[in-house]
């Protein structure tokens, strides 16, 4: 299905978050047209990138 095993999406992890969170998330994911999920995903994404760009502008490294 996918040409780079990679790519594929198959990691969990779950985040608990009270009803005021919650309707925030899904809020946004209407503005946004998309899936909660989706829009989570993306934040964070955008998040670690952020933090690894600020990381190896400080001359360390993340280690995976």
Sequence with gaps: MYAEHT?????????RL????RDLVDAL??????????LLRDLVLERLEAL??????NGQAIAA
């Design 18 to 21: 009270n009803e005021d969170e």
């Design 29 to 38: 994911a209407r503005i946004n047209k998309t899936q909660p999920a989706v």
């Design 52 to 57: 690894e760009s600020r990381e190896k502008r």
């Design 7 to 15: 790519h594929l999406r198959n990691k969990v992890i779950k985040v």
